[in-house]
């Protein structure tokens, strides 16, 4: 089957879901896994195909997020066009972090540091601002109509998710298959080499960091609409940092399905873990770590190149058995 | 002498306190091959990164097609026409052949299917056609050195800058290499070669630059170049030219 036939199956199927699932915990437990998903997708963009390691994504998912709340809140501003907002903002945050840091020639670990820093510049300031609502965060009025992007039921809140994740898969599936896409492949797999062929590295960077920052970003205005509530720690926090990196990079970075796989097992296990031993704070970190310590033990290229070095196996000794009978 | 494609004027590149390149002045005259040679350490492969712009001169310009590009970015000089090699072959490791070659390709074919095709009959062209869908680290020395060329040649160039892509090669290689080089220029691109195989510069080249601590300390055919004495001396130590050197001087 074709990639792209494969993937629009793929999402048809999960949108059927809640026609079959009606339980809120399964619903919310997707929805979760979804959102990081989207979360991840953003980060694979970048540090998945652009070999450029972000540890402050939350940059993006809390600008997102804060636009879409603050506009609504302080200035009634209609939600669609807040979340419009918020994925705008998230992408000229991306695109300022990235022309200040690219333009510098900060590479690999000093590029991971000083994204890690302003992110925490960000929410420290969060943290204090009266705008963002400070200590106490913000919390947008319950308002359950489709107009306020605020839905009665989880199912809908789950197709505007799932769609939003069939839009990166889309980008993804487009970086493999167009210049942009084989420049900013070129760019993490050698600079100086790129470069000799004609490669702007630094306006291939920073456009994947801005679309980048946007996917994210867009994550970060739908946990605004899901949850109705954020705060510093919740949308600069480095927790989110950390996630948007661990699904890529466990599912497989650089890959189309990578970051949705990773979110799907890593949510999975997080759930197994608090239903063995409880809700112990910090578990999902503990879970995080053991799951990261096995992939990059076992599966370097994440269980997308798990999956594929399985396949080639397989039709490697078909084709041994079949030298042995022919 | 043709008219020159790339002329260097009095250029300079000083690292710190090392000169590495001293005033040097040279012209690559269009089609054809002038080579560059010298001792190691001699400044040749700065010289291709100032050329190439991967490196900004401390002094001195450089036109290119009568242009001044002294001042221009290196993906920049790559979209003109100047593509380079490296010493140091480096091959996108992770991809394959095909979409090494490809993202050269894709310097003035913005869609794939384009870009596909040029490196599909580069690959071919250059005697990497069964190799195309290999990864680019599982080629030989010989294989990415052709690769190295492969991808150099998909981005169209009217200036090659070939640093050494015959050094590591066994005589067979050397021998099947050399009729490639030769191919090129006969398509019309100019070819600017650092080499250390002497056979090759003689057979490749009309007219060689002698590079030593940074300065042009010779030039002319090769066969006039490769019995200077001061080139002589310059490879093999103050006296060399008296003791074993060319028979014109003895």
Redesign the interface.
Known sequence: MKPLACMLTFIIALAAVPLVVQSNTALNFLITALLIALVGQGWNILGGYGGQYSFGHAAFFGTGAYVTAILQVRYSVNAWPGFLAGVTAGASMGAIIGALTFRAGIRGSYFALVTLAFAEVLRILASVAPITGAGVGTLIKLDLRASALQFQSRAVFYWVILALVAVSLLIAYALE???FG??L??V???E??????????FKVKLGAMTISAAVTAAAGCFYAQYFLFIDSGIAYGTRMSVEALLTPIIGGSGTVFGPLLGALVVKSLSEVAIWVAGDAPGLNLIVYGCVLILVIAFAPRGLVGLLGGLKTHLARSRLLKDAANG | MAKALLSIESVSRRFGGLLAVNHVSLAAPTGRITALIGPNGAGKTTLFALISGFLAPTEGSIHYGGEPITTLPAHERARRGIARTFQIVQPFSGLSVRDNIVVGAHLHHPTRAAALDLADAIGRELGLGAMLDRPADTLTVAGRKRLELARALATKPKLLLLDEVLAGLNPTEIREMVPLVRGLCGRGITIIMIEHVMQAVMSLSEHVFVLAEGCIIAEGTPAAVAADPGVIEAYLGHGAAKKWGAPHVQ
């Not at chain 1, 100086?192 to 590295?201: C, E, I, Q, R, S």
């Open positions: 298959r167009t210049r084989a420049w492949i070129a993490r797999e050698n100086d080499a790129a470069t000799a062929l004609g490669v702007n590295a």
